[in-house]
């Protein structure tokens, strides 16, 4: 890595191709395992990756995958992005490749289980509500206030002259 | 006069495998490398100037009293990059302990029965080629591929993915290699999807002819064991309903359009060459269906010697379509119910000729 090219602690990944499905994520770096992180690190730098985007492909390898790879470059400027096939990459390269993929789908696998425990609650929750609310006992409905009575006060006599 | 005469075997090696020694070989390796290519543009375009027009030929049929016998190779990976890894079952050889190398071994011996039986064809480039497949390919890697000279596919990473090893994709890639050799199609924009969709309808014809159902008792899926346990689908591609063949959080929803109406314009996936090859997948769909029985007696004939006439690697779907309705004119006569309904299935999938 050149000295003045600053670590990266993210980045965007998107895979094509291939038998045409699309998987993207973003992979926080400084989240991999000690070993992966220093071969991101040290392979996945604008300086290896625009070299590995510029190589020359071949016309013909149906169904290879195409790598996108977006690291972010601070606020000011725009993130770079580097474009490459399997055959463009380097063995090394691929091999990382793979493993990312695998975190990418491993993290949402777990996002989508949590979500899917999330609603498992909420349904649950609710359900409890309605059955709770189901066999709740009848509860006598408070006095309606008289119209000009004030609180505490004792509701005013009528006078019923049919009763004298 | 000085004659050149290259090295055959520099000849025949194609582009991305000297790209592939230029970029993994040592250096003497990648000085060959340089050196052969730069013999083959010279070779290339000296043969261009010399070939007049509509120099190709269509791939030989079978013909004479021998049947071909096919010949098979599988080899293991090792999850590695470098292909083609370890010979693990050769033609002829007892099963591995390898479950995968053996099902490999076996359905690529159903495909290459599919093409000999309904088409004549021996092997993959029609001249009895060894059929040389690479399985665990990489580590938890999401694809099978044809590279040119080979097949190869991946373990899957367990969860989307389980296998690839499943008869329609192995008669997918396969029949990469047979457009290859059928005077090809470049792997981009219309053309490639084409490249696409013939893999496609015959991935899913070696399925049908396999187990001998007809077009109406078929489900025409693509890749309907491939899935891994998280994914939500029933198959990769629908032939018979493009765009509705999975739908998932992780994966989206399938992308592919069963109409010119809905084409995607895009420059990824080669130019959504996995996605616009949805609008010729479902006009051959609708085709065989029309013409009724086995696809390949009939819808799969006319695709087949369309394939073998074409000569236009660039050709669009307008180019395809035409050539599938005169090579029914051909196959069955003008006015025939074949090619009527040909074209009729073009049109309801918007392209009018």
Redesign the interface.
């Known amino acids: 890595m050149k000295e003045n090219e600053k670590r990266p602690t993210q980045l965007f990944m998107r895979t094509t191709g291939g038998m045409g499905v699309t998987l993207e994520g973003s992979v926080d770096i400084e989240s991999l395992p000690d070993d992966l992180a220093r071969q991101v690190e040290a392979n996945l730098t604008p300086t290896k990756l625009s070299r590995v985007a510029r190589r020359k492909t071949a016309l013909y390898m149906p169904g290879q995958q195409e790598y996108e790879i977006t690291i972010p470059a601070g606020a000011q400027k725009s993130p770079k992005r580097y474009a490459f096939t399997d055959q463009q990459a380097d063995p090394e390269l691929l091999d990382i490749l793979d493993e990312l993929t695998s975190i990418i789908i491993q993290e949402k696998i777990r996002a989508r289980r949590a979500r899917q425990q999330q609603q498992e609650a909420m349904q649950a929750e609710t359900e409890q509500m309605a059955l709770e609310e189901e066999h709740a006992p009848l509860e006598t409905p408070p006095a309606m206030p008289i119209f000009g009575q004030k609180e505490n006060e004792e509701p005013p006599v009528v006078n019923d002259s049919t009763k004298s | 006069m000085m004659h050149e005469h290259p090295n055959p075997i520099h000849c025949i090696l194609?582009?991305?495998?000297?790209?592939?020694i230029k970029?993994?070989g040592d250096e003497k390796m990648k000085k060959m490398a340089e050196r052969t290519e730069k013999l083959a543009d010279k070779t290339r375009s000296q043969r261009e100037a010399a070939a007049p027009e509509k120099a190709f030929l269509g791939t030989p049929t079978i013909s004479g009293p021998t049947a071909p016998v096919v010949t098979r190779e599988v080899y293991n990976g090792g999850r590695?990059?470098?292909l083609p890894g370890k010979l693990v079952r050769a033609e002829g050889d007892p099963p591995s302990r390898d479950k995968t190398v053996n099902k490999v071994y076996d359905l690529t011996g159903k495909v290459f029965d599919f093409y000999l039986g309904a088409f004549k064809r021996n092997s993959i480039d029609g001249q009895g080629m060894t059929i040389i497949s690479t399985v665990h390919h990489?580590?938890?890697?999401?694809?099978?591929?044809?590279?040119?000279s080979q097949m190869v596919f991946g373990d899957g990473?367990g969860?989307?993915f389980k296998s690839?090893t499943d008869l329609s994709?192995i008669g997918h890639?396969l029949s990469?290699g047979v457009?290859?050799y059928s005077g090809?199609l470049?792997?981009k924009d219309q053309s490639g999807a084409l490249?696409?969709s013939f893999?496609d309808v015959f991935g899913v014809m070696t399925v049908q002819y396999a187990s001998k159902q007809t077009a109406s008792e078929a489900n025409w899926l693509v890749?309907e064991d491939?899935f891994g346990p998280?994914v939500e689908g029933e198959a990769?591609?629908s032939l018979k309903a493009p765009g509705l063949a999975y739908s998932d959080?992780?994966?989206?929803k399938d992308p592919q359009p069963f109409h010119m109406d809905l084409y995607v314009n895009t420059s990824?996936?080669?130019g959504g060459?996995?996605?616009n090859s949805g609008i010729p997948n479902h006009a051959f769909y609708l085709m065989a269906q029309y013409l009724g029985g086995y696809s390949w007696e009939k819808a799969g004939q006319i695709w087949y010697q369309a394939m073998q006439k074409l000569n236009n690697p660039m050709a669009t779907f307008a180019d395809w379509a035409d050539m599938t309705v005169q090579t029914a004119w051909d196959m069955f006569g003008q006015g025939s119910f074949e090619m009527m309904m040909t074209r009729r299935a073009w049109r309801l999938v918007g392209i009018h000729l």
């Open positions: 194609p582009p991305h495998i000297l790209d592939s970029m993994r590695r990059v470098g990489r580590r938890k890697f999401n694809n099978a591929f044809w590279n040119g990473d969860m989307l690839f994709v890639e990469h457009v290859q090809g470049m792997y490249n696409e893999a890749g491939i998280e990769l591609r959080d992780i994966l989206g990824s996936d080669y060459v996995h996605i």
